[in-house]
């Protein structure tokens, strides 16, 4: 009886020690294929997104650009002397570049989202706050363009967080 225990454990041993390393090798043999196959879907999805991706930052850049103080005044002429007129075209003009470029939030990070809206929600105010110290529409454009003369405006900090979300996507 006892021969028979041992020549069972005999052939049950190598079987079992056989049967353990197959299911570990296929095993891993398996997380490798999972893996490579995450790997090749998440690749193949980034060739697919990374283009839209592109052209989202592109247009909150162009963004960035229309709302530019200076460039806008400089496309935007007073269309009389009363500077609340010309306040509200203004804010108007920002609000309806925003307005169009709003879905991009989709594409891009919340970093750049972040500071997309604080220029937008910067320039309407700086705007507003010299507006109130002047006393037209002619006025007021100048004394926003010597405002920015001497001061950066806050699109030019946007445009170099975008430059550089742009740099890692590359």
């Given at each position: ?167 890692r996507l590359l």
């Open positions: 009886m006892e021969d028979k225990i041992l020549e069972s454990i005999g052939y049950i041993l190598p079987a079992t020690v056989t049967g353990l390393v197959a299911y570990y090798m296929f095993k891993g043999f398996i997380k490798h294929q999972d893996t490579s196959k995450k790997l090749a879907l998440l690749s193949e999805r980034k060739k697919d997104t990374l283009p839209i991706r592109l052209q989202a930052y592109e247009r909150m850049l162009l963004f960035c650009e229309r709302i530019n103080p200076i460039k806008m005044l400089v496309r935007i002429k007073p269309l009389s002397e009363n500077k609340q007129d010309y306040l509200q075209l203004l804010i108007a003009n920002v609000e309806q570049e925003f307005e169009h470029n709003l879905v991009q939030q989709i594409y891009i990070s919340d970093d750049s989202w972040t500071a997309i809206l604080a220029t937008k929600n910067g320039i309407i105010n700086k705007l507003k706050e010299v507006a109130e110290t002047s006393n037209n529409a002619h006025d007021l454009r100048e004394n926003v363009i010597i405002y920015y003369a001497k001061k950066l405006p806050p699109t030019e900090t946007a445009i170099s967080l975008i430059k550089n979300e742009v740099l």
